[in-house]
């Protein structure tokens, strides 16, 4: 597939066109753990590391004693190693060693976070609201936008109508370490392969049918999300914009090429400089 428009990198004119676009509610946002990272939460690997040290005494030999005891070899991956703690020890105890790996962390709102408190001010005077998709269960995002805005993580809380069309909020597609995360958060290998719930998929469609798509820091780990995020990329009305630093898979690089949408190689920090954004704004 020729992909070299895919990757031309943006002019100066192009980020200032696509700038003021995001500014006038033109585009919602999906963000994954990269974002997370950058501002001090552990990897999937780490996190996997943090989890199996709290089931061990000595938090020193815990990876060995975890690895002979389940004959797990190679990188330590977030989804396989949160399925076997949670086949031995229980959903309940998983999700409370992973509750407690995050929060230990607590960092505050990174410079990156910050650009999107910053977005969703000045997208609030064009009379629409910043949109965010995410598949963090941490709570940085949110923290970072403006007080007014609302976070979905259950159907009730869709079907209920809080979400006020003028007022920023987020979509928490693998749930939230505070509202019902037993229930709520996806992140075993069994949980990522079940489809995703019929509200997530109307929510997601319903903001990608009315703009356009940037996403940031996405590994494309989950099967559905990645399809309906391809099938919009595919739908879109406007061109889509890949952020990462990793290379997206060949799917997703012929949804953009098809629709003229850009694949940017470069972390979200240098992204939102180039799009004039910064914290004294």
């Known amino acids: 597939m020729p992909d070299n428009d895919v990757r031309r990198p ?38 996997a590391e943090r989890i199996i040290e709290k089931l061990y005494r000595n938090p020193a030999t815990a990876v060995a004693v975890f690895r002979k005891r389940f004959g797990y070899q190679g990188e330590l991956d977030l989804p396989v190693v949160t399925e076997l703690v949670e086949k031995k020890y ?21 410079s990156i976070h910050n650009f999107f408190h910053l977005f969703a001010l000045k997208i609030e005077p ?11 269960f941490d709570e940085l995002l949110e923290r970072s936008l403006p007080a007014s805005r609302e976070v979905i993580v259950t159907d009730e809380q869709y079907r209920m109508g809080i979400v ?13 370490i505070r509202t019902q ?4 958060i996806r992140i075993t290998a069994t949980d990522l392969r079940k489809p995703l719930e019929t509200w997530k998929r109307t929510a997601v469609q319903s903001i990608l049918a009315l703009r356009g798509l940037i996403v940031i820091g996405y590994g494309a780990t989950d099967i559905h999300i990645k399809r309906i995020i391809v099938s919009a ?47 004294n704004n």
Request: proline share 4%; net charge neutral; hydrophobic share 40%.
């Open 90 to 110: 229980g959903r309940e105890k998983m999700i409370r060693h992973l509750i407690s790996c995050v929060t230990r962390w607590n960092p505050a709102p990174s």
């Open 181 to 184: 995360p037993i229930d709520t």
């Open 126 to 136: 064009s009379g629409k609201a910043m949109r965010i998709i995410t598949t963090n």
């Open 10 to 47: 943006l002019e100066e004119e192009e980020w200032g066109m696509l700038s003021t676009r995001i500014q006038a509610g033109e585009y919602a946002f999906f963000v994954a753990s990269g974002l997370s990272a950058t501002a001090g939460l552990p990897t999937g690997a780490e996190l």
């Open 233 to 279: 990329i595919r739908q879109s009305v406007r061109e889509t914009y890949w952020v990462s630093l990793g290379e997206p898979s060949r799917q997703v690089l012929s949804a953009l090429f098809a629709k003229n949408g850009k694949f940017l190689q470069m972390d979200a920090m240098t992204f939102f400089k180039n799009l004039g954004m910064e914290e």
């Open 164 to 176: 006020r069309e003028d007022e920023p909020w987020v979509l928490k597609v693998h749930g939230c």
